[in-house]
């Protein structure tokens, strides 16, 4: 099984806006803006549906970066990693 290093604290990442340069915000879970309930939803089920192609196959979550000067959003797949036993 695997886990999202971001949605888990483990890692942080850091992206700039391209168009102003300054840090974008990570906004958390793509699949958890879908409606109300989708936060709670089964993660890797939510995957199928969420629009992005391969990303349950290839163990990414996508997550939203918006940037709070030009109010542009980013989806950034970030790569899963296994869960220690």
Known sequence: MSMCPL???IH????????CNIILEDKG???DYFDDYSAYLE???MKL??????D????QCPH??????CHI?????????EEAH
């Open 49 to 54: 549906f969420d629009g992005i192609e391969n």
């Open 29 to 31: 879970r793509l699949m």
């Open 43 to 45: 993660i890797d089920g």
């Open 12 to 19: 942080s990442l850091t992206l700039t806006c391209e168009t």
């Open 73 to 81: 959003e980013k989806t950034e797949l970030i790569k899963e990693i």
């Open 56 to 59: 349950a196959k290839e163990n």
């Open 64 to 69: 939203i970066f918006y940037c709070s000067n």
């Open 7 to 9: 949605c888990n604290g």
